[in-house]
């Protein structure tokens, strides 16, 4: 399946679910949603949007969040899986791999066809997690995927694009900041932060 392909599945099935996307999603996402709680995170260091996530999730309690990462960032913060699944939180990691460093210049990314990424979720305590190699199994799975309890890691190969352009967020940080405040305050917020874990 392409990008565009993945992302279209999770466009048809993300209910009110917090998406955060960074990198080569960027780029793909704003054709297909554009509400305030379309999040595009592209910070100067790779890896950091799950923490994001993990973040507004706690900060939130039940907020559902959608984190989209490349297998190139996830690869520069693996760590963030084991911090993920000790909590008992609806946040779903939804890995795009290309096998590439795509918006640095399409570097190929070590061993990419040998990494097991559904084994590393799985060892890192997630237990839920949906390998998905094409378009048609995605489809079968989004619904459920994007269900029921988390932590969840969704793994989706894509075809790789090499020459793409960097991409650059719809708006201004503080704007998005302002925009998805907006959407997710209410009376309470910022709720007490969750204590406990899994």
């Given at each position: 399946?392409?990008?565009?392909?993945?992302?279209?599945?999770?466009?048809?099935?993300?209910?009110?679910?917090?998406?955060?996307?960074?990198?080569?999603?960027?780029?793909?996402?704003?054709?297909?949603?554009?509400?305030?709680?379309?999040?595009?995170?592209?910070?100067?260091?790779?890896?950091?949007?799950?923490?994001?996530?993990?973040?507004?999730?706690?900060?939130?309690?039940?907020?559902?969040?959608?984190?989209?990462?490349?297998?190139?960032?996830?690869?520069?913060?693996?760590?963030?899986l084991v911090t993920v699944a000790q909590f008992?939180?609806?946040?779903?990691?939804?890995?795009?791999?290309?096998?590439?460093?795509?918006?640095?210049?399409?570097?190929?990314?070590?061993?990419?066809?040998?990494?097991?990424?559904?084994?590393?979720?799985?060892?890192?305590?997630?237990?839920?997690?949906?390998?998905?190699?094409?378009r048609g199994e995605w489809e079968a799975t989004?619904?459920?995927a994007l269900a029921g309890p988390g932590p969840?890691?969704?793994?989706?190969?894509?075809?790789?694009?090499?020459?793409?352009?960097?991409?650059?967020?719809?708006?201004?940080?503080?704007?998005?900041?302002?925009?998805?405040?907006?959407?997710?305050?209410?009376?309470?917020?910022?709720?007490?932060?969750?204590?406990?874990?899994?």
């Amino acid at each position: 399946m392409t990008h565009r392909d993945a992302l279209e599945v999770l466009a048809a099935h993300r209910r009110d679910h917090v998406v955060v996307t960074t990198m080569g999603s960027v780029g793909v996402w704003p054709r297909l949603s554009d509400t305030p709680r379309d999040f595009h995170y592209l910070p100067s260091s790779m890896g950091q949007g799950v923490p994001l996530g993990l973040g507004l999730c706690l900060a939130k309690p039940g907020l559902p969040v959608v984190v989209l990462t490349g297998d190139g960032g996830l690869l520069m913060n693996l760590g963030c899986l084991v911090t993920v699944a000790q909590f008992a939180v609806p946040l779903t990691v939804v890995l795009i791999d290309n096998g590439l460093y795509e918006v640095t210049g399409g570097q190929p990314v070590p061993n990419a066809d040998r990494t097991d990424f559904a084994a590393i979720a799985t060892g890192a305590g997630f237990g839920r997690v949906y390998p998905c190699g094409s378009r048609g199994e995605w489809e079968a799975t989004a619904a459920e995927a994007l269900a029921g309890p988390g932590p969840v890691f969704v793994w989706l190969k894509v075809e790789g694009e090499r020459g793409r352009a960097t991409p650059t967020a719809p708006r201004p940080m503080a704007e998005q900041i302002a925009r998805l405040r907006g959407a997710i305050r209410d009376e309470d917020w910022p709720q007490k932060r969750t204590e406990g874990t899994k």
